[in-house]
């Protein structure tokens, strides 16, 4: 299933008002995800779990910044841990943030290389 597939599914299945409390909580989503190395993170686990060396790798940010990043989103229900032995693996908490993290790095690259737009 393709990601646009998978949005307009989504939609479909949403079909309640949405109210005050929805859209601050969806604020507080835009808020956290508006820090590049949390987008990063979240970009990173859209596409698979990943243990804290993993991420720190993949966002070149320092260990010790990966880590409050990644207890930020997880206190805020964004991303869920499980223990292997002595690691940690995160992992997204739905399908929603990786749709919502997907559609918005799609979106900025085709700002950034100029391709056009589509749906």
């Known amino acids: 299933m393709s990601v646009s597939d998978e949005s307009s ?3 479909k299945s949403h079909t309640h008002p949405s109210g005050a409390a929805q859209f601050a909580t969806a604020a507080n989503v835009f808020s956290l995800l508006s820090d590049q190395t949390r987008l990063h993170l979240v970009w990173s ?3 698979g779990e990943a243990d804290v060396n993993t ?3 993949a966002s070149g940010a320092a260990r010790p910044a990966v880590s409050q990043h990644l207890a930020k989103l997880r ?3 964004l991303v869920d841990v499980r223990k292997e032995g002595r690691r940690s693996v995160y992992s997204l908490h739905d399908g929603h943030l ?3 993290v997907t559609e918005a790095v799609n979106h ?3 700002m950034v290389s100029g ?3 589509h749906d």
């Open 9 to 11: 599914t989504a939609t």
């Open 45 to 47: 686990l859209a596409r």
């Open 55 to 57: 991420l720190t790798e």
């Open 75 to 77: 206190l805020a229900g």
């Open 98 to 100: 990786r749709r919502l």
């Open 108 to 110: 900025a690259d085709h």
């Open 115 to 117: 391709a056009p737009p």
